[in-house]
Structures are given as C-alpha cells and as structure tokens.
C-alpha cells in the first residue's frame, strides 16, 4: 500500500481523559489519508484499553507498545520511527483539529511542493475561553512564499512547540532528529528542525485546539525537573553556534528563550518557592552567556523583567512582582466600586 502523507504520532497518555475527542477529531477529518501511531509506553496515565478499541476500528490506528514508561519524548521518538507518512504530526492527547485543518494542509502542501517545515496555527481553549496561539502575530504577515531559515529568522521567536507544525519524514531521519530526554523537550528539537530546514512554509490557520490553559505539557521523562530547561536552550544554541551563517536568527531566539524562562517562573506551580532563587540565578547567567550585541530589551514592564534578570537582582525583581499585583489589585477594586447606569 502506498505511504500516507502525514502520520500522526500520538503518545496515549490520558490523565485527563480527553484522549478519545483527539482521536475522534483526528479520525473525522475529510482528508483521509494519514495514519495515526498511538503509543502506548508504562506510564500509570497511559490508556491502553482505548488505543485497542480505536485500532479495531479504523485500519488507520497503529498500536505501538513499549515496555517501559519512557515518558513524552521517547515516545514520539518511538512513534516517528515507526511512523511511514511523508509528513510527522505530533499531538497531544489534549489537542483537537477543527473541521478541514488536514486537508487545509494538504492543500498548502499541494501548493508549495516539498517542505521540511510547515508551521500553521492554534489556539488554546479553556474555562469557555479562548487565546490566540503565541506564533499567531508571527504568521499572520509572513505571507506564502517557502523560504530557509536565513529568510524569515523572525519565525525563531514563535514558541517553539513540536505539534504546532509538520515536519518532513525525511529531515527527520537524515538530520538525526530526536527529542531529547527531560522537561520541554520539545526546545531544541522544534529548534533543530528549523535550523535544518531547506525550505519552510506557514500557513497562518487554525489547525489545533490546546484545551489548556497554558502550553505547558506535564509529563516529562521519569527523574525530569523544570530546571531542565536550561540544557534544552543550552542545545539549541549549540546548533545555532554550528551554523553562523544563520547568525541572523540569534536575537529572536535569545528573546523567546527569555521570556520563555519569565513565563515558567511566573507560572503558579512549576518552580517550588526554595528554588525560586536559584532558577532565577540559572535564567540570568544564561542572559549574560546568550545576549547579542546591541540587542534592545522589550518595551514596558517585559523591558523591566529583562533588566532585572540581566542584573541578577531576585530581591528587586520579587519586589517590583509585589508591587504590580498590588496596583493590579487596587486597580480592579476601584473598578468594581465605580457607580454604573
């Protein structure tokens, strides 16, 4: 049988229980010709009994077990080696494709011949809310033309996601590509594909609904920490360094490193109050190691976190924290108290 154009790799970790509305979304969609690698690893949250139902009920479904739990990273990696498309999607079991988002990219696909890159749109949905994804301000302007990376270095400044894209089979296994272990593993890879990548294309659409609220996956390989971070960006500017001719992209993924690391820093949850300081003493340490020359810090309140992450100064940046969510706060009382009608 001939080979699908897009596999889907798809780790059957279901904590949420939102794995059958992926794979229904996936399976619905009027474009057919794919095929979906579910993999189920060890993991407690892995749902083996639904992977068997959907594989009995469409040929598309492949059922790929491993016999450890190897978290997010191997996973994929276990699928793609699997995988027979011309194309690797990877999704997550708490994403949904809209009506048509495959065959809106076959149909960018059957415009612009063979990429190794295809970024498209998402949006995250939760609480009956709805965000526009980070890379949308990015796509929007980047018009249809395919270019390599040298072109559009901007593009390096879009959160770097690994479903929010299709990536060439082939550059997968000629590059080596491969998500390494830890938390955010999917840095340097997303990274790694585009530095690789001859010929990137955009297609500034919807094609994937993240029914969370922030684009922070959970799961990563057993013993990983968020502190992991830092050896993912840590990659990625060693490839970069491997190719100076794409010097060019080094301030947009110096800033979305940046604020990537003040995202997870702010985010209730991810680092523990005793490993605040040290968290942020790494994030300053690596904006010293990675500035550009002559780079300009952003604008307002960012341009303020960047400076005092430059500094190193934890204390003031803790203070300068407090103060904004006490004007926050006394700002949104005086509006709940003005008279209205």
Known sequence: MPSPLISVVLPAHDQQKQLSDCLDSLLSQSFRDIEVILVVDRSPEAA????????????????????AAVGIG???????????????????????????????????????????VLLFGHTRHHGGREWPGGAQELLDPAGP????????????????HSWDRLLRR??????????????????PLAHHAMLAAARIAVLPRECVRLR????LHPTGSPGSSHFDIFGQYER??????????????RPFLFTRMIRHYLFVFDLAGCVAR????????????????????????????????????????????????????????????????????
């Open 48 to 67: 083996d009994g639904p992977a068997d139902a959907y594989a009995a009920r469409d040929p598309r479904v492949d059922v790929l077990r491993l016999n």
């Open 74 to 116: 191997r996973a994929r990696n276990a699928g793609a080696a699997r995988a027979g498309g011309e194309y690797l999607l990877f999704l997550d079991s708490d994403h949904v494709l809209p009506p048509e988002a495959l065959h809106a990219l076959a149909d960018r696909l059957a415009v612009t011949g063979p990429v190794d």
């Open 145 to 160: 033309e395919v270019s390599g990376p040298a072109a559009r270095p901007e593009l390096f400044g879009a959160p770097p």
């Open 170 to 187: 082939d550059l997968w296994t000629t590059r080596g590509l491969a998500f390494p272990d830890g938390h955010y593993e999917e840095v």
């Open 212 to 215: 969370r609220r922030h684009t």
């Open 236 to 249: 990625s500017f060693e490839l970069l360094d491997a190719r100076p001719e794409l010097d060019a992209v």
């Open 274 to 341: 005793a490993e605040r300081p040290q968290f942020f003493q790494r994030a300053s340490e690596h904006h010293r190691r990675y500035l550009p020359p002559g780079h300009p810090r952003p604008p307002g309140r960012e341009g303020l976190k960047f400076s005092l992450l430059a500094a190193g100064s934890y204390p003031a940046f803790e203070v300068a924290k407090l103060s904004h969510l006490a004007r926050a706060a006394v700002t949104g009382e005086a509006r709940r108290r003005r008279p209205t009608g």
